[in-house]
């Protein structure tokens, strides 16, 4: 039986006042919109990204909501070729196969040839389903000039307890089409010197390739009282198809003085001064992590501490701690500090060179991001919530890189020398939470 | 309440001048859309007393006001003046229209439980020794004269703060031609919509660990908004979070009861008789606010950012 019109009349008795129907509560805004403007540059000219993100979810009311991501960046600088340096001024052949670029003698090689615009979309929808479950589903799509990804992914949760505990299994798969410049160089083969617009560059393959990604991830979050949370994670990855970068070399060296073994161009040619082979990885990688995360509410300040241990068939096994707090500065700003640190072991067919007129391994890469690596970020978040319920913050972080090639991969003088000298880089974030 | 704390902080911010002082137990501000200072704090001295004014004569912490004379008597009859008198016809009439599940004479069940996020959950035979003592149609209401039986009390915490928020709008609008917003600890309404017609944006608090952001904003231009959870006042028990919300037929906190519900009404003490009810109806309160077709928010799950 519906008791609004006497619980109305009554309380109208109560307050001494004329019957109305005035409430206007309709116009709840409709969607909540994270958006960041986000500069990311490396030093020494490396790698620079400008990024512009918008996060907007949607609520359907009664738990239903729609969530959708786009994302543009522009990237643009050099990042190293995984050529090592030399006493003597190198010259490649760029990834297109048509020109050259020389690296000055004692410099890391960089590939300047590096220049993008990535577009990413996203769109995911979760509702409640029976009583205790919530399921989402999603589909997403990013483009850049030379790759493609489309994706798909399914989840589903459920919670017990009195919601105190909540369960969540997660599936996700995704296709990525690779298409380099120049087609795809024919793993381990030789750089070729560079040639003109009617002849296809020597030693490539098909114009492209693609490989599919298969995540599971399992999710167990338990309330642990009134200000504490904690969150744990367990999850597999499988790669198959082309793992390779079809812009990453290595260089052929003496095998006693660990040295670039020199090569002369094709009489009329212009090409490599040195001998460089194309990477190759293996076409499988398959990842098993676990997470934990912890969330304690102190008075107000939220500190959240989290680690994470990641290993995969190609031995790289990695450790990430990570924390964050969040302090309420009064009225209604905050800082928060975060610092994160990360620490890998080198994959198993990670080689700083290649020893001439050795045989050559069936893998092999010198990109540093698959060598033994360590890094450290920190950073400082300063937010502001306005009088509207809206947010803006400003986010600064620095990000130190430290990677150091295994001893045993290294030959005669490479020993003695910095192989790979740190790398920094800048973070700059500023973002605004915003409801329509 | 110690006359030490009773006092009024104006600031301004955002084309508004903001009241902030504390009464019922909480924290309370008044938002006026003023330009003239004196102007302003008069408006928040007149909201601020009349709240002051409301706890010292309803609430059930003091021992020399209507509540404290109508509880010690133990059986006599005690004739009450005419604003007591309203909220008893009013509280009688939500008690019949909710089958008894609303009743002012439930407060001494908190004897047995306590809500402070402990773990203690009293015996069967504490809550039964408790429940002769709870029951509206135990007492005898006689306009202008109750008479409790011995040992019953009753208390106006389920509908004091609703009353007073509307009493010190009304008393705000007589004040000032300017919108104004009364909100005494999430339960608020608003004289009118602020100046070129635009609403007053309120968030309402989300239930997680550590929140950061208000769980929903809702624009209000005209009526008022109440709000009833148990973000911090719940007994965790064997795993289980028993809400603070008690049913007065036996005695037991209200199973599978929202953490929060919402509700929009025309005035806020309207809206919070809604939401009361509709956690008493535990796993049917979202039925109960769509039968009433009331613009409701319901929250139930812990979501973790």
């Known amino acids: ?184 160089p024919l793993p381990l083969s030789q750089m070729g010197d560079a040639v003109s617009d009617d002849l296809s560059p020597g030693n490539r393959g098909a114009g492209n390739d693609s490989k599919n990604v298969l995540d599971v991830l399992l999710g167990f979050t338990q309330v642990l009282g009134r200000h504490t949370v904690l969150r744990v994670n367990l999850s597999y990855s499988d790669s198959s198809g082309y793992l390779t970068d079809p812009y990453k070399i290595l260089s052929v060296v003496d095998p006693v003085t660990g040295d670039l073994i020199g090569r002369t161009p094709a009489p009329g040619a212009s090409g490599p001064t040195g001998v460089y082979l194309f990477e190759s990885r293996p076409d499988s990688r398959r990842k098993e992590g676990i997470y934990a995360e912890m969330r304690h509410d102190f008075a107000g300040s939220v500190l959240q501490v989290g680690y994470r241990y990641s290993t995969d068939d190609w031995e790289v096994d990695s450790h990430t701690l990570e924390s964050r707090l969040r302090l309420p500065l009064g009225g209604s700003n905050y800082l928060e500090p975060h610092a994160r640190y990360y620490q890998q072991t080198a994959a198993s067919f990670y080689r700083y060179s290649l020893a001439n007129a050795s045989p050559l391994p069936e893998f092999a890469t010198a990109d540093a991001r698959l060598s033994d690596m360590s890094a ?43 192989q790979m000298p740190d790398f920094n880089a800048v973070i700059l974030q500023f973002g605004y939470h915003f409801k329509l | 309440m110690s006359a030490a704390a009773r006092n009024v902080e104006l600031s301004r911010g955002d084309g508004l001048w903001i009241g902030r002082f504390r009464a019922m137990g909480g924290p309370c501000e008044v938002l006026a859309e003023i330009t003239d200072e004196p102007a302003a704090r008069n408006v928040v001295d007149i909201v601020a007393a009349c709240a002051w004014r409301i706890e010292d004569k309803f609430s ?6 209507i509540v404290a004379r109508i509880n010690a008597t133990a059986g006599a009859p005690v004739e009450v003046d005419e604003e007591t008198a309203k909220l008893l016809d009013f509280a009688a009439l939500v008690h019949r229209l909710s089958d008894g599940m609303f009743d002012i004479t439930s407060g001494v069940l908190r004897k047995a439980w306590t809500f402070d ?51 010190a709008t009304r008393l705000a609008g007589q004040a000032t031609g300017g919108a104004v917003l ?95 009810l509709a956690m008493l109806r535990g796993p049917g309160a979202e039925a109960f606010l769509q039968t009433e077709e009331v613009r409701h928010w319901v929250q139930r799950q812990e979501k973790i950012r």
């Open chain 1, 1 to 184: 039986m519906k008791i609004g019109a006497a619980l109305a009349a009554a309380t109208c008795g109560l307050l001494g006042i004329v019957p109305s129907v005035s409430v206007a509560a309709d116009a709840e805004p409709k969607w909540d919109i994270d958006s960041a403007f986000l500069y990311y540059g490396e030093s020494d000219g490396r790698v620079k990204d400008l990024s512009l993100s918008a996060h907007a979810t949607r609520d359907f009311g009664d738990e239903r909501k729609l969530g959708i991501d786009l994302s543009v960046d522009s990237l643009t600088g050099a990042s190293p070729s995984g050529a090592i340096a030399s006493d003597d001024v190198q010259t490649f052949t760029s990834p297109s196969g048509r020109d050259t670029y020389s690296t000055p003698a004692g410099e890391i090689p960089l590939d300047d040839t590096f220049l993008d615009t990535r577009f990413a979309l996203s769109g995911n929808w979760s509702q409640p389903f029976a009583r205790l479950y919530t399921v989402n589903a999603g589909l997403g799509f990013s483009s850049e000039y030379d790759y493609q990804h489309i994706g798909a992914n399914f989840g589903l949760t459920r919670d017990f307890n009195q919601r105190n505990t909540t369960l969540s299994a997660a599936l996700a798969y995704a296709q990525d089409t690779i298409k380099p410049v120049g087609g795809l």
């Open chain 1, 376 to 418: 450290v970020t920190v950073g400082l978040k300063y937010g502001h919530v306005t009088a509207g319920g809206n947010e803006w913050s400003a986010r600064l972080e620095f990000y130190r890189q430290t990677a150091k090639a295994p001893n045993e991969v290294l030959i005669g003088n490479q020993l003695g020398n910095t």
């Open chain 2, 60 to 65: 059930r912490y003091r021992s020399d006001n």
């Open chain 2, 117 to 167: 996020g402990g773990r203690r959950i009293p015996a069967r035979a504490e809550i039964d020794a408790l429940l002769p003592l709870v029951g509206w149609s135990k007492v005898l209401w006689a306009r202008p004269v109750i008479t409790l039986r011995p040992g019953m009390q009753i208390d106006f915490g389920g509908i004091g703060k609703e009353y007073a928020v509307d009493q």
């Open chain 2, 182 to 276: 009364v909100n005494f600890g999430g339960d608020l309404a608003v004289t009118r919509a602020r100046d070129g017609d635009r609403p007053w944006r309120v968030g309402i608090e989300g239930v997680d660990a550590g929140a950061q952001h208000a769980a929903k904003l809702v624009d209000l231009a005209a009526g008022a908004l109440a709000t009833s959870g148990d973000t911090y006042r719940f007994v965790q028990a064997s795993g289980q979070r028993l809400s603070h919300i008690l049913d007065p037929r036996d005695g037991c906190p209200v199973r599978d009861a929202p953490r929060s519900v919402t509700v929009a009404a025309p005035t806020c003490t309207n809206a919070g008789m809604l939401t009361t």
